[in-house]
């Protein structure tokens, strides 16, 4: 008899080490999903059988300085699907798409996706919208209609701005999920966006809520609120100038910056053309980020005129003037070889003031030379010229200006009157209230307050003195002169004759391909009132205008004028007293076709004051208009062109100039407006023609030099 036990044991040996490797097996594979996988098939097991629904947080709303609601969140639907209930796919999206303004096959491919336990069909719904689906919805349930199935309405927010493109580059716009993408939407995005919640429930394999199943409610955290300095009326009364001065002028663009002289407060800041925030234009990138941009903090220009201000408070502040020094210009002035031209008909003798009032280069070319590249920049620093000025706002550039090292006496001249030096509107309006609010450079701002949901103040904004450039005295005096350019000067379309305005018109020049254009301008006008006590200042910048003249005193002044009216008014300013005994209203004769002379003469036999602007000898339009009533002795500007006749009556005697250097020659020659041609080198010791000749001011002085010894 053959023995089984050796075979029963190696059977049993065998099916002990097949039972071993499969628990092995199993250990191995309990340990990847146990350990390895662990997390990651909870997650997913947790998905199956939870649905997590997103509570957005309220975002926070936008004031101006009394408390009116710029940009504020309004509620919205979304749309969604949850595939695996869907049970006629073809009818879901046929019913759907004309109500939701979606594609039948996009409706398909999403609610067809039964790997995802829901997804969103369409965000920001409007309140009309979705009322008519959840009556859809009602009807076919009763209807006993599946056509439906697995569509749920769940609450939405959506950023909506209650006064449409008022300020829109300002604020800023979101994203369709409320994220800022621009200005103070996107810096305050911290704020005002707040922390999402949700709702975690237990769902069966389709999808659907467990009627017993436990549920989990996390709250939202809403965005705090934030309050701008921004006005809303005066907001409102520089978005309607704007729009006239586009329209009137026929001009590419049109800025407006509104602030509060002694605090640096922004109250109104407007770009035209702008866009509805409600509505941007997302499809066309480029359009859209064109129209965003904020053109008085990101664009720099050549201010033109407007920066006399800055330069004629450095050369008052540092001594180098008086308001009653005496100028000549002969329309035109000579630096190291450069020629440069008076922007209109010579003013011939002058003081510092009219040379300001009649805007004159060769003056401000004089002070600035006079001032010196050292001195000069000390003033350019202490104004902030060539810095950013600090503004809470994104993007601000910081303008541009030669390098000191690289600056030379051309670039000094051509910067003393505004060319040769790039800033944005808003350093030019910063630097300009320092010259007259006592001589203090204010950081300007526009967030005046940020408060959390909770009502806690997070930050509260201060006037904050960023340099002293100026004296008190200095400061009131370009009060005075400012004053006289609006009563007197270029600024004449800006006077108002029951509130005391002070300003500056500017018309700069036009870079196109690198070159400097001969037809279109910039034109502007910045102006302060009450001229005594400057409470507000207003910058009116009018881009490439087709009316002409495009100088700034007639495209841009009336309309800064406009706004300090409307302004001052609502701001409840006094008026200033009227005289006892008003001035005699007389009217104004009709002086266009004219030369002139003869112009000036009409005018003053009616008992009024004429203003030349431009170069020529016909008037070609004049303001105010022919019919107008003012009053007596009132300045009519008169815009020539043509060109000017000179008479024997604008000559000029030929000063003496023997015995003094070239530098001293030349600069005796200029101030009689007369230009030096010269022979060798020295001491003068000839000149043709002769001291004592009467000449014309255009005529050239050849003058003889020799070394002495």
């Known amino acids: 008899m053959v023995s089984t036990g050796p075979v029963i044991r190696r059977r049993l040996a065998l099916l002990m080490a097949v039972f071993a490797a499969l628990f092995f097996c199993v250990g191995i594979q309990l340990f990847r999903l146990q350990i390895l996988q662990g997390e990651e098939l909870q ?3 947790q998905k199956q059988w939870t649905s997590e629904s997103v509570i957005a947080p309220q975002r926070g709303t936008i004031y101006d300085r009394n408390g009116k609601a710029l940009a504020m969140s309004a509620t919205a639907y979304t749309a969604s699907v949850s595939p695996r209930q869907v049970k006629d796919l073809d009818g879901f999206a046929r019913t759907l798409a004309p109500i939701l303004d979606l594609s039948e096959e996009y409706i398909k491919e999403r609610a067809g996706d039964t790997s995802k336990g829901g997804v969103t069909l369409k965000r920001q719904i409007s309140r009309d919208i979705a009322q008519q689906l959840r009556v859809m919805m009602a009807e076919h349930q009763s209807a ?3 056509a439906l199935d697995g569509l749920y309405l769940e609450e939405d927010s959506k950023r909506y701005y209650p006064m449409g493109s008022f300020a829109s580059q300002l604020l800023g716009i979101t994203s369709v999920d409320g994220v800022g993408q621009s200005s103070l939407e996107s810096s305050l995005d911290r704020y005002l966006s707040g922390k999402a919640g949700k709702i975690l429930d237990e769902v069966d394999g389709k999808g659907r809520e467990m009627a017993y199943g436990t549920k989990e409610y996390i709250a939202a955290v809403d965005g705090g609120d934030v309050t701008l300095t921004l006005d809303s009326s005066i907001q409102s009364f520089a978005e309607q100038a704007a729009r006239e001065a586009m329209t009137v002028n026929g001009a590419k663009s049109v800025r407006v910056l509104v602030m509060e002289v002694k605090t640096g407060a922004i109250l109104a800041m407007c770009n035209k053309p702008d866009f509805d925030p409600n509505d941007p234009p997302r499809d066309d990138v480029e359009t859209l980020n064109e129209l965003m941009r904020n053109r008085i903090i990101t664009d720099s220009y050549e201010p033109g005129s407007t920066f006399k201000i800055i330069t004629a408070s450095a050369a008052l502040d540092a ?13 035109t002035i000579h630096v190291d070889g450069d020629r440069i031209r008076c922007w209109g008909n010579p003013h011939g003798a002058e003081s510092m003031a009219q040379g300001l009032q009649n805007s004159c280069n060769p003056v401000f070319v004089e002070l600035g030379l006079r001032l010196g590249v050292d001195r000069f920049y000390e003033y350019l620093d202490a104004f902030g010229i060539g810095s950013t000025t600090g503004i809470d706002l994104p993007g601000e550039v910081a303008g541009i200006r030669i390098a000191q090292d690289n600056v030379k006496r051309v670039d000094m001249a051509r910067i003393g009157f505004g060319q040769s030096i790039a800033m944005t509107p808003l350093q030019l309006m910063t630097a300009a209230c320092a010259a007259v609010n006592g001589g203090y450079r204010m950081r300007p701002y526009v967030v005046q307050e940020i408060r959390s949901s909770s ?8 006037p904050e003195v960023m340099a002293r450039p100026i004296s008190e005295e200095t400061s009131a005096t370009m009060r005075d002169l400012l004053e006289k350019v609006v009563e007197l000067g270029g600024g004449r379309n800006a006077y108002l004759s029951n509130y005391r305005v002070a300003g500056k018109t500017g018309t700069a020049q036009v870079y196109k391909d690198g070159k400097v254009t001969s037809d279109t301008h910039i034109g502007s006008f910045i102006g302060f009132a009450p001229a005594d006590d400057p409470q507000i200042g207003v910058l009116v910048i009018v881009d490439e205008a087709e009316k002409r003249p495009d100088y700034g005193s007639v495209t841009a002044a009336p309309f800064a004028k406009q706004i300090l009216e409307r302004s001052l008014n609502y701001l409840g300013i006094a008026p200033r007293v009227e005289d006892e005994e008003p001035l005699e209203q007389v009217e104004v004769p009709d ?3 004219m030369d002139t002379a003869q112009a000036e003469k009409l005018l003053k036999e009616n008992g009024l004051q004429g203003l030349l602007s431009g170069s020529g000898a016909t008037v070609i339009e ?6 107008a009533r003012v009053s007596e002795q009132s300045l009519v500007m008169l815009y020539v062109e043509g060109t000017p006749d000179l008479s024997e009556n604008d000559r000029v005697e030929v000063p003496d100039v023997t015995g003094k250097s070239i530098v001293e020659a030349n600069r005796l020659l200029r101030s009689y407006g007369l230009e030096m041609e010269i022979d060798g080198s020295g001491l003068a010791v000839g000149q043709e023609p002769a001291a004592g000749e009467k000449v014309l001011p255009t005529a050239k002085v050849k003058v003889s030099f020799e070394s002495p010894g």
């Open 43 to 45: 997650r997913r097991a």
């Open 319 to 331: 001594g180098v003037t008086d308001p009653n020094e005496g100028f000549y210009c002969s329309g």
């Open 591 to 593: 002086v266009t076709g």
């Open 144 to 146: 006993d209609s599946d």
């Open 455 to 462: 009502g806690e103040v997070l930050e509260k904004a201060q």
């Open 622 to 627: 004049q303001m105010p208009a022919a019919g």
